[in-house]
């Protein structure tokens, strides 16, 4: 079975700091995807970036950027500068290929909420 | 935005009760999936609809039950609604496998 854990539950910096957000998962299947979402107040999940698991290229778009570790089974995500605006709770998801018509399904962790302070 | 819409935004019912929440998928894309967000969790998927069929259904009882129309918007209807059906309901549309894009929410609170 497909599993994500976000360790991290809460995290608080000051706005311009570096904050990175962890990411395990857990999965048998070798083709699968990863996913970040970011929660606002408001509810609606803004999708972030999604990677394939036979992608391992680290991506960096403009203060975002991911890593992507196959052999630790982690896609952790780094907010460069942070900004009052980065506040929310942020969720990795893992969706399995599966065969036979899989309905890829997103497996999401907890998430982490980041408190950006002014 | 993503284009997905859901309605109603809000809504309190009694236990007992029965509701449907409807969700409108992106231009293009053919499949709903559903998801329900309790406070403080992650998302649970509760079920997908792909063409008008489910494929796939989540640790959900029968009592939760869902349609999707030919033009591919889709409905979520819980039956005798019991307290902790209080959530936060999310409506994602996609291309069968690709990328999920999510709706606003709807928000239930069960008295």
Redesign the interface.
């Known amino acids: 079975a497909q599993k994500?854990t976000q360790a991290q539950t809460e995290i608080s910096v000051v706005e311009k700091e570096d904050v990175t957000l962890d990411c395990v998962y857990e999965t048998r299947d070798t083709t699968y995807y990863l996913?970040w979402?970011k929660q606002p107040p408001?509810?609606?999940?803004?999708?972030l970036i999604?990677r394939n698991s036979f992608d391992e290229q680290n991506e960096i778009s403009g203060r975002y950027s991911w890593n992507f570790q196959k052999s630790t089974s982690s896609f952790n995500f780094t907010i460069t500068a942070s900004q009052v605006v980065d506040s929310a709770v942020y969720?990795c998801?893992l969706?399995e290929?599966g065969s036979g018509?899989?309905?890829?399904?997103?497996?999401?962790?907890?998430?982490t909420l980041l408190t950006v302070n002014p | 935005e993503?284009g997905v819409t859901q309605s109603p935004t809000h809504l309190i019912k009694t236990r007992g009760q029965q509701v449907t929440l409807r969700c409108s998928s992106q231009s293009g894309h053919n499949t709903v999936?559903w998801?329900q967000q309790a406070l403080?969790?992650?998302?649970?998927?509760i079920f997908?609809y792909?063409r008008e069929e489910e494929?796939?259904r989540?640790n959900f009882p029968p009592r939760f039950s869902g349609l999707q129309f030919p033009n591919y918007s889709s409905e979520l209807n819980v039956n005798a609604l019991e307290l902790d059906d209080s959530a936060?309901y999310?409506c994602?549309s996609?291309r069968?496998?690709e990328?999920?894009?999510?709706?606003?929410?709807t928000?239930l609170l069960v008295l």
């Open positions: 994500v996913f979402y408001s509810g609606e999940l803004v999708f999604r969720f998801a969706s290929a018509g899989s309905n890829y399904k997103l497996t999401f962790g907890k998430g | 993503t999936s998801y403080g969790q992650g998302p649970q998927f997908q792909y494929n796939g989540g936060l999310l994602a996609s069968r496998a990328t999920q894009y999510f709706g606003p929410g928000r």
